[in-house]
């Protein structure tokens, strides 16, 4: 399985933003992905998970009503539509696979894609 994550940048403060990541090699009929953040000295936070086969879709509860989780089962591909953005959300954004239902820490996550950097100014 591979991850790829693409879609981070610099943003003002209540601006958005629209994170991808395209996965390949997934055999597993049923999975979840996952999207986690990590700032500079602290720990890796989940964020959203979705599952792949009822798009069922889950929130911290920092994001929600601000950040959507979403997937495209021909693209292989899940994206977090980000808006309404906190100088607070900065952070590198890491998406993540796991065989089953949604796991909410990383540990639950086998599967990596590289961080995208979020940066949002004040």
């Known amino acids: 399985v591979q991850l790829q994550a693409s879609g981070g940048g610099l943003v003002q403060a209540g601006g958005s933003l629209r994170l991808s990541c395209a996965a390949s090699g997934v055999t597993f009929s049923s999975y979840a992905m996952g999207w986690f953040r990590q700032a500079p000295g602290k720990e890796r936070e989940f964020v959203a998970a979705i599952t792949w086969s009822g798009g069922s879709a889950y929130y911290a509860d920092s994001v929600k009503g601000r950040f959507t989780i979403s997937r495209d089962g021909a693209k292989n591909t899940v994206y977090l539509q980000m808006n309404s953005l906190k100088p607070e959300d900065t952070a590198a954004y890491y998406c993540?696979?796991?065989?089953?239902?949604?796991?909410?820490?990383?540990?639950?996550?086998?599967?990596w894609g590289q961080g995208t950097q979020v940066t949002v100014s004040s």
């Open positions: 993540a696979l796991r065989q089953g239902g949604v796991g909410w820490f990383p540990r639950n996550y086998i599967y």
